[in-house]
């Protein structure tokens, strides 16, 4: 059963994407009513807005931004540690730290896919109306005595298979003793 569940949680992984797709798109028209009414507003703000005080203030945001860059690689810049020691140790933690960044996200990856998955196999169960359970259930009591028959079958084919066998062997042995002297009486004649 382990076997199915590995092939199914792709599946209920699918399913559940599907199903967070779908509800996510019933929420557009809500948005596109929303957009649409603010729209006219914003629009109107835009054209009441004079060009020349947007262009000073993104001028003046601009050059705040430039001297914040400026004092922060010069503060980067004057606090580097020239100690090459120091260096390959910080260099060899943060490789460390994103190691244990990669190894986090990877689990929460995986915790997100186990969710979804789990999200899908409801959905599945949802859209089946709880057949899915049924089916599980009943496959679950035949199996084993599938599983019996399949092993019972097994020993029987093998049993059979090894008496042919057996037999085989034998008529292989009687029919090379039988060959052995007919060349013999042939080689005899020939010499005669």
Known sequence: MAIIDELRTP???????ADLAVQQAKKVPGLIEQIAAEAPARIEAVRNTDPKAVQEKVTAQAKEAQATVQSKFA????????????????????????????????VKAREKYEEVAAHGEEAVKAWRGEVAEEIVEIAVVVEPEETKAEDTKAEETVEASAEPAAAKKTSARKTTARKAPAKKASVAAEKE
């Open 11 to 17: 599946l209920y992984f699918a399913a559940g994407t």
């Open 75 to 106: 503060d980067v810049v004057g606090s580097l540690d020239t100690d090459l020691k120091k260096f390959g140790e910080t260099a060899q933690d943060l490789a460390l730290r994103g190691v244990g960044v990669a190894a986090e996200y990877a």
